[in-house]
């Protein structure tokens, strides 16, 4: 899921201050690299607010392609299959084993998604390990006691969408116009301090 961060009115603010077009494209690439560091910070920070997902589960999936020469724009982009719902604080933690025992004495799965709120009851489905030694969340198709089918939940991508994507554009329409002229006002002053110039 890519979202596309741009940097606008730089021919306003080139002919504010007068500035040479090498040094308008230094400043606008790197006002548009410090949107899109900041739009990551607040992308992790919303994610981890809202949702129960461990950071090594989460930073691997979001990525920043940052501007590069006479770019205007960076990308930040989420990927990644949804997560096993076991990976959400799944309890019981292990298989139990609860043949004979009737279905509603049995001792229920349940997870926690979102950090505020309660644990919420998987009906159904209990936490079995394969073969290969992977523990899941599952739960059987039909009444015989296979095929059974591992449950999953929303992945970094949807989390993205839901709850970063509002965040970004908040972000860029706040502070976005402040850092593009910050970035301008402050190369524009180097520059005059390297030729010799003082204000």
């Known amino acids: 899921m890519p979202l596309t961060l741009r940097v606008e009115g730089a021919e306003e603010m080139k002919r504010r201050i007068r500035a040479t077009p090498k040094i308008i494209v230094n400043a606008r690439r790197s006002a548009v690299n410090k949107i899109a560091s900041q739009a ?3 992308t992790k920070k919303v994610i981890r607010e809202t949702y129960n997902v461990k950071s090594k589960d989460l930073t ?3 990525k920043i392609q940052r501007a590069k020469g006479s770019q205007t724009y960076a990308v930040l982009e989420a990927s990644g299959r949804p997560i096993p719902l076991y990976k959400f604080g799944a309890r019981p933690v292990m298989p139990i084993e ?3 025992v009737p279905v509603r004495g049995r ?4 997870v926690k998604v979102k950090r505020k709120g309660a644990r919420k009851i998987v009906r159904g489905a209990f936490v079995a390990r ?3 030694g992977h523990v899941g969340i599952f739960k059987r198709i039909g009444t015989s ?3 059974i089918e591992e ?3 929303l992945g970094i991508k949807r989390m993205f969408e839901i709850r970063a994507i509002p965040v970004i554009k908040r972000l860029v329409r706040e502070k976005g116009g402040a850092i593009v002229k910050h970035e301008l006002e402050w190369a524009t002053q180097r520059e005059f301090q390297r030729r010799g110039f003082s204000e």
Not at 107 to 110: A, D, I, Q, R
């Open 130 to 132: 394969m073969r290969s």
């Open 60 to 62: 691997p999936f979001l």
């Open 107 to 110: 001792k229920p799965v349940t």
């Open 151 to 153: 449950k999953f939940s």
């Open 40 to 42: 990551m910070t607040q």
């Open 145 to 147: 006691s296979i095929p």
């Open 98 to 100: 609860q043949k004979g």
